[in-house]
């Protein structure tokens, strides 16, 4: 059985660190992401999804590069969900009683489709509820690649 996640350092700065557990003062501090070009890799649907919410993630300072992986998660599974509502709605509208197992199929499909995005876009803090468990660190302006000046934990 899994316990919590760890608390980021900056929260444990912020919050005043209640639980006393040591502090890791060599956390990594990735840079932002600042090429938000699509992977050719995804499906293009996950390519639109990608586009809608990208810009966004990097404006409000949580999309950084070694984010990429679970960006494509996202976007991945919101394009199966929209594309399962959509076969949804189409089987629904034409009330086939031989297509009873096939509107399943797509209902259990939008079903673990939702499940994957809502469980990835939290970690974005993609809900309001997400948003206050989320934290960002200090990196400076978006373009900045001076990590070395930098030093938040002396």
């Not at 995804?42 to 990097?58: C, F, G, H, M, P």
Request: proline share 5%; charged share 25%.
């Amino acid at each position: 059985m899994a316990g919590r996640n760890r608390k980021p350092t900056h929260l444990k700065i912020v919050e005043g660190n209640k639980g006393k557990r040591a502090i890791n003062g060599q956390e990594p501090d990735p840079d932002y992401l600042n090429d938000l070009t699509p992977p050719e890799f995804l499906t293009d649907s996950a390519k639109v999804v990608w586009e809608e919410i990208a810009q966004n993630l990097r404006d409000a300072r949580v999309l950084t590069v070694l984010d990429i992986p679970m960006l494509q998660m996202v976007c991945e599974s919101v394009a199966t969900y929209r594309n399962a509502v959509k076969k949804c709605e189409e089987r629904h509208a034409k009330g086939s009683i031989g297509e009873s197992s096939s509107i399943g199929y797509w209902e259990m499909i939008k079903s673990m489709s939702f499940k994957q995005a809502m469980a990835a876009m939290q970690q974005f803090g993609m809900s309001p509820a997400a948003r206050t468990r989320i934290a960002i660190q200090p990196q400076g302006e978006l373009d900045l690649g001076d990590k070395e000046s930098k030093n938040y934990f002396t």
